[in-house]
T-cell receptor
Framework: GAVVSQHPSWVICKSGTSVKIECRSL??????MFWYRQFPKQSLMLMAT?????????EQGVEKDKFLINHASLTLSTLTVTSAHPEDSSFYIC?????????????FGPGTRLTVT | QKEVEQNSGPLSVPEGAIASLNCTYS??????FFWYRQYSGKSPELIMS????GDKEDGRFTAQLNKASQYVSLLIRDSQPSDSATYLC????????????FGKGTKLTVNP
């Protein structure tokens, strides 16, 4: 399967600060990237979809001003959690899907565990 | 409302047995179906993709798809303790969307 790197793997920050998470596709030339959030013992919740050169598409209920997504290059997307609060503590996982191959397969990065104190 | 339903389990099987995981989906136009394995504290890992009705085998894993019944399953033969994980069923949204809709997962425990 494809390789997706995600950095950092875990982060602890204080309430009110911002945290940036990087997601990089290592196998594909151009990808669509997806950002998910997963709370303990719950399933994945899609937050947004991003492609290089266009604004991210956010799912209903996800605050675009709080969760800033920048798809900086064909294979790099970043998620910035702004003014983080304890309720933002979660497991954030990105995935990529190769553009145009028609399989809709998604490959996940290792995830970032965010704890806001 | 697009839905993917899975029995949350837990499903417990003895080592060497066949584990059967089931999933139903609501979006009749879906064309791509996936099984992911997620170990506790880790991210999901794609283990099977299936696009056509029937069976698809890969090692100890067999995925089965029945579009008429909107049903997809995963069989794990000769189950091993290392198969103990949560298995997520995922289906693409109809209309060629790249987005996947995930079930809540079935937790499988394989007892030695």
């Amino acid at each position: 399967g494809a390789v997706v790197s995600q950095h950092p793997s875990w982060v602890i920050c204080k309430s009110g600060t911002s945290v940036k998470i990087e997601c990089r596709s290592l196998d594909f030339q151009a990808t669509t990237m997806f950002w998910y959030r997963q709370f303990p013992k719950q399933s994945l919740m899609l937050m947004a979809t991003s492609n290089e050169g266009s604004k991210a598409t956010y799912e209903q209920g996800v605050e675009k001003d709080k969760f800033l997504i920048n798809h900086a290059s064909l294979t790099l997307s970043t998620l910035t959690v702004t003014s983080a609060h304890p309720e933002d503590s979660s497991f954030y996982i990105c995935s990529d899907s190769p553009v145009g191959d028609g399989t809709y397969e998604q490959y996940f990065g290792p995830g970032t565990r965010l704890t806001v104190t | 409302q697009k839905e993917v339903e899975q029995n949350s389990g837990p499903l417990s099987v003895p080592e060497g047995a066949i584990a059967s995981l089931n999933c139903t989906y609501s979006d009749r136009g879906s064309q791509s179906f996936f099984w992911y394995r997620q170990y506790s504290g880790k991210s999901p890992e794609l283990i099977m993709s299936i696009y056509s009705n029937g069976d698809k085998e890969d090692g100890r894993f067999t995925a089965q798809l029945n579009k008429a019944s909107q049903y997809v399953s995963l069989l794990i033969r000769d189950s091993q303790p290392s198969d103990s994980a949560t298995y997520l069923c995922a289906v693409n949204e109809e209309g060629g969307s790249e987005k996947l809709v995930f079930g809540k997962g079935t937790k499988l425990t394989v007892n030695p």
